[in-house]
């Protein structure tokens, strides 16, 4: 008959393969944690500089007819201005940055209104817009972060004075 001897490495290698298995999961964790907090902020950054120029742009695209699209002065602030008819009555919608936010104010033309009164869109470190061209609108913002951004828009109407 033979006596079976337990030697110390029966025991210590299952703690030692246990300890390295959960030293790998815990590096595992470790990489997928950062990774996705890398990810996270990436897109947020992402977000944060495009969101305002789509936007814009898209406001640009939707008023696209003869005239509506130009840009001046709102109650002191760089504005993009877009002009739309709805039934008999004329509107004016306001696209300006006040306060360090990128605004927008869809107001009744003869309506007192000031630039306190539009709906916040973002935080933003600046916004411009400019018609370099006939047709052809220059939109830069900068966020509060520090992102830079710019875009050409062209209206396909042809242009007329607002």
Known sequence: MLLKRNHMIDFLFPIALLFVFAASSFVVILLAANIYGNTSSASTQHYE????????????????????????????????????????????????????????????????AGAQSGTEIMSVSSFHVEETSPNLFHISCETSSGQKMSSFVSVLSSGGDH
């Open 49 to 112: 500089t495009r969101t305002p120029i789509s936007y814009v742009t898209e406001k640009i695209h939707q008023a696209d007819e003869t005239g509506s699209v130009s840009v001046g002065t709102f109650d002191g602030q760089e504005s993009l201005i877009l002009s739309q008819m709805y039934g008999e009555k004329s509107y004016t919608t306001y696209i300006y940055m006040y306060n360090h936010k990128l605004m927008e104010l869809f107001v009744q033309d003869g309506v007192s």
